[in-house]
Every structure is written in structure tokens, then in C-alpha cells.
């Protein structure tokens, strides 16, 4: 592969592999370690650069790690490899494997993360959920707004999304009516419960994401508004972006082999999601069957 002034290429013809400038200001995002000029066989996609990642990229013997999460989004003070970051540094350094970022400039790339989370679930996409003003095309931006390949109710698309998305303990949660039929999604790859205004504002029947939490997810279901109420799906956060892996690396494959590069470009299976376990609590009861009990609601 070409030396690192190639980059602007890259960023025109891979968007998978998006420029730094895209990516939000509080961002980390770019070369963590490695030299910039060194050439590279073998790169490995991953959504997070955890331990396990970096043993993988040395037994699969590559040259460059690419993962979608930073490996230090805050300030440190250290990189001794008695920390789990350091740790990693360290193993990536000692086999010469650069380690590569790209977060926010690939979420809002065309394609990025949410065009990839469509891809998983055989949606059509419509437009940006969020468009990015500085394109003119009004391809990229955050998130995508989908229609369904044919409708489906909210039960059904939850089962759907289980079975196309990669498997984790969290599974898919939903949140109304599981009967309502179910025509148009919004989708966003990773923490999305920021965007419940543009959701809304945009009118589709239901919205899947990651990371859901209480409040924002209550108060989203109470809003009232076209559309309403608004149907949730909550996917773990690792299974919402790893796709986005398997669209890079397609992306490097195609500019490798236009360029002949004769790159070997590998998508890490390994489950990092940080949840190991699930347990289905007992279907609930109505407050008139709990009023004469104590203890934990059911």
C-alpha cells in the first residue's frame, strides 16, 4: 500500500476510511501509533481496540489495526502497558501494527456506520436522518431514514433485527405496541437517543438504535406528534456498528485492487460487546394482581 500521502485519496474514494476534518470536534480520531510511512499488507477492521483485538491482529500477522472506537478519546498521562490502553499500545508497537480510527467521520460518511445497519437489515434507504450541510450531494450525515423491504409489525421487526444483526446477550429490546404495523425506521448506528427530535421531526414509524436510556426513551414515548407514538428498538451498541466493518473493508478491497495494492483485508468476529449474560425477567402483571405483595414489582 502507498505511503501516508495517499490519504486524501483514500478519503475521496473509500469513504468508509473518512477524512479527520469530517469527525466532531471532541473526536479522536486518526493515526494512534505506528509510522505513517510504513507499508501495510494485511489490515484488520474491529469495532473496539481492546486486548483481544490487538492478540488478533498479531496472530492474523497484520500491519494495521482499523477500529471504529478510539482508543483514547480523553486526555492520559500514560501509556505504561500496566494499564488496559497502555497494555494495548504496547502489543500493537512491539509487532509493528499501527493502530487506525475512525468514529464520527464514519458515521456521517457516504456510505458510513448507519448505511452499513441498513445494509445488516435489507433496508431501503431514503435520506441522512441528520444531513451534513456541507454536502451538497444529501448523502452524508447522521443516521439514515429507511423503509422496511415490506411491512412488518413492531414484534415482528424486533424478531427480524435479532436475526440479521450480530448476536449478543442484550438481544433486541422494544418499546410499544408490538401489533402496530411498522412501514418506515430511522437507524442509527450506536448511542442515538440524541437524535429523538429529528426522529420525530421526520416522521417514520419506529427508530433503532443503541443505548437507549429511561428518561430520554419515556419521555420519546410520550411525546405526542405525527406519527405517534413513536415505536424503539434497542440493540446492543457493538451489534449496531460491526457492520460498518464489513463495509470497510469491502471499501479498501475495491481501491486495493483498483490500485493493485494487493491488499488482504480481514473483519474481526470477535464479540467484543461488553455484555456477557441475559436473563428474561417474568412477564409482568397488571398493579391490581401486586396489591396485596411485597416486594420487587413484576
Known amino acids: 500500500m502507498g505511503p501516508a500521502n495517499d490519504e486524501p485519496e483514500l478519503c475521496r474514494t473509500v469513504p468508509g476510511h473518512p477524512c479527520r476534518s469530517r469527525a466532531e470536534g471532541w473526536d479522536a480520531v486518526g493515526t494512534v501509533c505506528g509510522d505513517p510511512d510504513a507499508e501495510v499488507g494485511r489490515v484488520l477492521f474491529a469495532v473496539d481496540p481492546v ?8 496472530r492474523l500477522g497484520a500491519d494495521l489495526l482499523v477500529t471504529h472506537h478510539p482508543l483514547y478519546l480523553r486526555g492520559t498521562t500514560t501509556v505504561a502497558a500496566d494499564t488496559f490502553k497502555g497494555k494495548v499500545v504496547h502489543t500493537l508497537i512491539k509487532h509493528d501494527i499501527a493502530l487506525h480510527v475512525a468514529h464520527t467521520n464514519a458515521d456521517t460518511a457516504d456510505p458510513g456506520v448507519s448505511d452499513a445497519l441498513a445494509g445488516a437489515l435489507d433496508l431501503r ?8 450541510p456541507s454536502d451538497p ?24 433485527a435479532a436475526a440479521r444483526l450480530p448476536a449478543t446477550a442484550q438481544g433486541i429490546r422494544a418499546a410499544g405496541d408490538p401489533d402496530r404495523e411498522i412501514r418506515t425506521l430511522a437507524v442509527s448506528g450506536g448511542s442515538g437517543d440524541s437524535l429523538f427530535d429529528d426522529v420525530r421531526a421526520a416522521g417514520v414509524d419506529a427508530f433503532l438504535t443503541a443505548d437507549l436510556r429511561h428518561h430520554p426513551a419515556s419521555e420519546a414515548m410520550q411525546t405526542t ?35 493493485g495494492w494487493g491488499l488482504r483485508t480481514h473483519v474481526s468476529r470477535t464479540v467484543t460487546d461488553p455484555w456477557t449474560a441475559h436473563a428474561a425477567s417474568a412477564p409482568p402483571t397488571s398493579p391490581a394482581d401486586n396489591s396485596h405483595t411485597t416486594g420487587a414489582p413484576r
Request: hydrophobic share 45%; aromatic share 6%.
Open 51 to 58: 486486548q483481544e483485538i490487538a492478540d488478533e491482529a498479531v
Open 137 to 160: 450531494a444529501g448523502r452524508r450525515g447522521l443516521g439514515r431514514i429507511c423503509e422496511l423491504p415490506h411491512p412488518m409489525t413492531l414484534a415482528e421487526l424486533t424478531a427480524y
Open 225 to 259: 406528534g405525527r406519527n405517534s407514538p413513536l415505536a424503539l428498538l434497542d440493540a446492543a451498541h457493538w451489534a449496531t456498528e460491526w457492520p460498518w466493518c464489513e463495509q470497510a473493508a469491502a471499501q479498501l478491497d475495491a481501491v486495493s485492487d483498483r490500485h
Open 125 to 132: 434507504i431514503l435520506r441522512p436522518l441528520v444531513p451534513d
